[in-house]
């Protein structure tokens, strides 16, 4: 009897009960506060006083407004995406081939922009673009102009802020891709005979499309649920449809039309989704290779292959316009004309949140250029209390968020990167919905919800807000890192006599700190700089620091602003640094 109830202790627990205590976490945070609010949100469409009823959709398409700004909506989050990808992908080619020293420097500038606070590099776009702004004081200046002309308010202006917010996000979803390629088949092909173009773009540029495909989708979504750029920069012909559903919500009260907006968005990026998701498959969005794919030899693939021999013909004709450009990255030498490209770029999405920092000493308030040098703009910042609160409370939701996320995704993320389980696919979708939902859905939802749990104006409410739309982002970080850690290593430990436990605690974990910290960072910073939960769910009295700044900037423009950015800046400029430090010095081991 003894040594039988020895074994029925030692036995292991079966891999059912451990893959369910991993995932379980995640999946009760999401079905709770992902598909209950989000779902009560869209039933309040089909819902009124009485019962079932579609009064809300008669009133949607009653008159074209919200199908003109959908429309709207679509034409600036594809013109974006585009334009986004477009110009990120030689910046993530080139940090990809570069040297590991050169690599860190463009990625800490890639990262700085990527980190800094939307709030802040779009109002940095207002005193770019204003009247008194740099581009129009440049231009009267050199007489290109007389009189300021009128830049912002504009298409074009938001296509600008849209386009600098979203390039930071599709370089580092496209460099996870980039850095898994073989270096080697490039380098084949021109062993065999091919020049640089034609190398590239048949050999290299085919096997980084996951990459490609991953950031245009990652930028789509994000682009058709922004409303900060396009309600600081845009006018009204360039409404996007999310400042309907806020207006719904915050001046009128109409949960029902709410809901029904939030429907037709959502069936629109669900019907992206699905495109996507039959074409590259959902893994692709955390760097795999896309699922699916044959080899069979269909007319689209020969018309594809067609086309970029010719595209790689054409590129070897433009190279050889360029003196010393001949040399390919694999041959050791970038072309000079993409180095110069790439630094542009670069210089470029810094210079605007940069451009902060002298304006916050100037006399002369946001006028350019500055003038004068004085520190009252920090005395105010320092001295308000709303701004001090707003900080800590930042601070508090941040710290919170990013360690709720490490700890339920974590362990979802080696679920998913090692355990070989049924459904995986449909898991790993389920657990990418936050990023699918767009973010004003799901603030939308939650502040309903948490009114009804009196969480409203709560740091737990928050925390936990925030934490749905951020552990996704650790899942997909660390599925990446987990992807290319060395699981010999576990099995040698264990060999040793090392327990499963102890193997974690004293092996992988220490190896995966650096990953696992840039994990918590970006949780972290995506916390920190959340805003359109904040925007429902903060309350008057407790504002976050985004709540506060988009209170500032849309109620009363203040220089304090300019110092509350420059502050901002120097806080990520910090966190970067941490991260590269504790980079370096997990390589070192």
Known sequence: MSAASNRSRSAPMPDWIKNWLMIAPLLLLLVGFLVYPVGKLLSLSFVDAEGFSLAAYRQ??????????LWITLKISLITTLLSVALAYPVAYLISTASPRMKGRLIFLVLLSFWTSFLVRAFAWVVILGRNGVVNQFLL???????????????GAVLVGMVHAMLPLAVMTMLAVMENIDRNLPRAASTLGARPGAAFWTIYFPLSMPGVAAAAIMVFVTAIGFFIVPALLGSRFETMITQLIIDQVQQTLNWGLAGAISVLLLVVVLIVFILYDRVFGFASLTGESPAGTTNRDTAARRAGAKILTMVGDASDGLIGLFPGSGKSTDAGKTPWPLTVFVWTILVLISVPAFLMVPISFSQAGLNWPPSGFTTEWYAQMWNTPVWTQALW???TVALGTGILSMLIGVPAAFLLARANIRGKAALLAFVLSPIVAPRIIIAVGLFYVFAELNL?????????GHT?????????????VLRNYDTRLDLAAQSLGASPA???????????????????LFAFATSFDELTIALFSSGGLSATLPKQFWDEVTLQVSPVIAAVSTCLLVFISVLIFTADRMRQRSLAR
């Open 60 to 69: 949607l398409f009653a008159s074209d407004l919200y199908l003109r700004v």
């Open 141 to 155: 200046s050199i007489g290109v102009i007389d009189r300021p002309a009128n830049l912002i308010y504009s298409l």
């Open 393 to 395: 409370r930042s601070l």
């Open 456 to 464: 409203v104006g709560t740091s737990l409410g928050l925390i936990i």
């Open 468 to 480: 749905v739309v951020c552990v996704p982002y650790v899942v997909m970080t660390m599925v990446a």
């Open 502 to 520: 102890k193997s974690l605690y004293y092996v992988t974990f220490p190896i995966l700190a650096a990953g696992m910290f840039s994990a918590f």
